[in-house]
């Protein structure tokens, strides 16, 4: 098959694939456990071929497969009436309205990142923008969630240098802007980083696509980069441990080529106006196994592909590695026959390699040609169907004992001043500007609210008056000592940050970052987690449209397994219905009286004042009233949207003290402000307490009282703080040693962007 048209398959007569039979010691090398591969050979009704025991084992991955978690995520909210696309396809899709839709989606590429952090992240910024514009959405943000390990040492410098350049790298080749994202440092990402890349698009609904192979007769179309050996086995790399060996496995990293996806784009986009496409697919995880298998299955269709036809960049490569390949900037379309030849036409005018490579059959069977020769012969619904397991999980002793820890007999600093340096110093919380001025936020023009200047990142939609915001959100420390709180406090903090650029929230996607599902302590992380974003997604109206799962991140050293916090990711998206009428974090005016809103009483479990202070990783996190949590949120919103309030800014981690120091820094104006006792019983938890429900903004004092009615009204705490302005940072509390905080904005600000940056110079 090539050039325009359609030739046929070989005659399709009973018999047999040729090839080397994969007993179960290989199959096992390909992933699949002696009971999976009992059910391929009931499948298949004979033992598997090599490639058909890879193929299975890349779809039954974990990675591809998600059979410890899927039982899990059916739990999950997935619709609502501005859901245009739920889960299933390449992105979740919402409606922003004025006809226009946003598709959205939160990936991970965690294992290649430990073993290639350049690569690794830079194809994962690619993988997921492949995802984006084969939904028929124009990709116009990218955002990230970072996690490394101790900050001070040579493998988590290298580790952080080297994603940031190779998140930077392809973004700015590409031209889509990096707006947003969280980056967070503990040991137990030390050998096991996080790399979660979070990708939007535009689109208008009647653009909306969907990755299927259509009817019977079309032709399925490769184009983009050749195949090569690069990538291969990364899907069942992902689904493993890390240990000491997994240097080796740098060959499942794939190489990223940001120009020829620029390409892909620009080219995939103009096929899908002109519609000349009937599916879009990107070649990701399990390359053409798992692209080929889901359109087909989307479509309740079988397809015969020819192998010998796939263009390849090495010599002498097996159908199993042609299959698995996972080489980056590839994709596969589908297309009528009597629109083969305009696609293709289109296609080389974008100076891309396409040529058809299989043809979509009525038989239900995904059969692999090397010319006249069968070598593959598998049914479609199982090879996508992968078994599924629900667990007994159980809690962490240990856990649980560091949740109940008595914090009542915890001594109390003798210098809050000297407290809040060392918090604005701490690496979660410092400035992150030496990793985001790396990255061109700026081009395509949308972006309205840079990195660092808000909550959350705000885009504008030329030729409408509305905005889209976005961000990424998880506190780690949370989960790991409360797995079901934790997952609903980060849903919940995503969504507060949306409401303080004046957003409303519209649909969630997930990144699920967890260690071995197959160890009870870790499944009963997952299974807890995914239940607290339930309950979170219920409450704030967010449904989940999609996004990822991403287990055993887990090192195995000599000492024992080592797993990482377990770190569920919250991409959440929203909208401004006037993109003019936003809110920054900076103070912006001289004489701003600074308002405290919210619901709920800071406390110092799981906070990062009890563990940069007092070294302690104890205590449970903030009480959570998800009813007055949402409430928060559609107030915050509200003011903003209704132009009450410009500035604003949420109670996160570090607590009201750091949150006012972020506003003063960014504004560059300094805050006389008085906390008051009664916010909570001891002085440390008042100024460095964490909250689920509490914000901070800043308002003329013509609008002040307005904005307190208009809380007051939906039953929640407004307290008047103080006012803006000067040159220092004055946070009396009459209980604290000499009265307070009282210091100046430049030693405030030396401690804060010095950490990040130091850590990025070696």
């Not at 030739?7 to 090398?29: I, K, M, N, T, Y």
């Not at 032709?219 to 240990?243: C, E, H, I, K, N």
């Amino acid at each position: 098959m090539s050039g325009g048209t359609v030739a046929s398959v070989p005659a399709l007569v009973p018999r047999l694939p040729v090839g080397v039979v994969a007993g179960p010691e290989q199959a096992e090398r390909f992933g699949l456990a002696p009971e999976e591969y009992r059910q391929v050979i009931a499948h298949l009704g004979r033992e598997p071929l090599a490639v058909e025991a890879g193929m299975f084992g890349a779809l039954w991955s974990e990675h591809c497969g998600y059979k410890n978690s899927r039982p899990l995520l059916r739990r999950l909210p997935t619709t609502g009436p501005q859901v245009l696309q739920g889960p299933g396809e390449n992105a979740g899709v919402v409606d922003v309205g004025d006809g226009w839709g946003v598709a959205f989606k939160m990936e991970s590429h965690n294992h290649p990142s430990a073993v290639e952090p350049v690569q690794g992240a830079a194809t994962g910024v690619g993988g997921i923008l492949r995802d984006i514009f084969a939904m028929g959405a124009r990709p116009f943000a990218v955002l990230d969630a970072l996690r490394f390990g101790d900050h001070t040492t040579a493998r988590t410098r290298y580790l952080l240098d080297g994603v940031v350049r190779g998140i930077a790298g392809y973004g700015n080749a590409i031209g889509v802007p990096t707006v947003g994202g969280e980056i967070g440092f503990h040991a137990c990402f030390e050998q096991n980083p996080l790399v979660n890349v979070m990708a939007l698009g535009l689109l208008r609904h009647e653009q909306l696509q969907s990755g299927t192979v259509g009817e019977a007769g079309n032709a399925l179309v490769y184009v983009g980069s050749r195949t090569g050996r690069d990538g291969l086995g990364g899907a069942v790399f992902a689904s493993a441990d890390l240990s000491e060996a997994s240097a080796a496995d740098r060959p499942a990293v794939q190489v990223g080529d940001p120009f020829m996806e620029k390409l892909l784009l620009e080219a995939c986009l103009e096929a899908i106006e002109a519609g000349l496409v009937v599916g879009v697919q990107d070649m990701g995880a399990a390359g053409l196994t798992s692209s080929v298998a889901e359109m087909a299955h989307r479509a309740g269709r079988g397809v015969d592909l020819r192998v010998d036809l796939i263009p390849r960049r090495e010599h002498g490569m097996t159908p199993l590695e042609v299959m698995l390949s996972e080489s980056q900037e590839r994709m596969v379309l589908t297309a009528r026959p009597d629109q083969v030849a305009a696609l293709l036409a289109l296609l080389r005018h974008w100076e891309l390699e396409a040529l058809v490579v299989g043809q979509v059959a009525e038989h239900d069977r995904f059969r692999l040609w090397e010319g006249e020769t069968l070598v593959g012969d598998m049914p479609v619904a199982p090879l996508n169907e992968a078994p599924t397991y629900v667990r007994e999980g159980r809690e962490d002793p240990a856990v649980r004992a560091a949740r109940a820890y008595d914090l009542r007999a915890l001594p109390l600093p003798d210098d809050a001043g000297a407290v809040l340096l060392r918090l604005l110093a701490d690496p979660g919380i410092a400035s992150k500007e030496a990793v985001y001025r790396q990255y061109d936020h700026q081009v395509m023009t949308n972006t309205v609210l840079v990195p660092g200047a808000a909550d959350a990142a705000v885009l504008r939609i030329k030729g409408s008056r509305r905005g889209v915001a976005a961000t990424i959100d998880c506190n780690s420390r949370y989960v790991y000592l409360a797995p079901r709180l934790g997952a609903a406090l980060a849903a919940v903090e995503a969504a507060r940050n949306l409401a303080a650029v004046g957003a409303t929230p519209l649909g969630v996607t997930d990144c699920l970052n967890f260690g071995n599902p197959t160890v009870p302590e870790t499944y009963y992380q997952l299974q807890e987690a995914v239940e607290g974003l339930r309950e979170a997604c219920l409450a704030l109206s967010t449904p989940v449209t999609g996004g990822n799962v991403s287990l055993y991140n887990q090192y195995r050293a000599e000492e024992g397994p080592q797993a990482i916090h377990p770190t569920p990711s919250v991409g959440m998206v929203g909208v401004l219905p006037d993109v003019e009428r936003r809110a920054g974090m900076g103070l912006r005016r001289e004489g701003d009286v600074v308002l405290l809103i919210g619901a709920g009483e800071p406390a110092i479990g799981a906070s990062s004042y009890l563990w940069e202070v007092h070294g302690l990783e104890a205590g449970t996190p903030p009480a959570l009233d998800l009813e007055a949590a949402a409430r928060l949120v559609n107030c915050l919103a509200r003011l903003v949207q209704d132009g009450l309030v410009d500035t604003a800014h949420d109670v996160g981690e570090g607590g009201l003290a750091v949150a006012l120091a972020e506003m003063a820094l960014l504004g560059g104006r300094g805050v006389d402000v008085e906390v008051p006792p009664r916010l909570a019983p001891r002085w440390d938890a008042a100024l460095f307490g964490e909250a689920a429900a509490l914000a901070l903004v800043a308002v003329p004092e013509g609008r002040a009282a307005d904005v307190e009615r208009a809380v007051a009204a939906v039953s929640l705490r407004v307290e008047r703080l103080g006012r803006a302005g000067g040159e220092d940072l004055r946070i009396r509390h009459r209980d604290a040693p000499a009265g307070g905080i009282d210091l100046t904005l430049e030693r405030a600000r030396s401690a804060f962007e010095s950490t990040i940056a130091e850590a990025l110079a070696t």
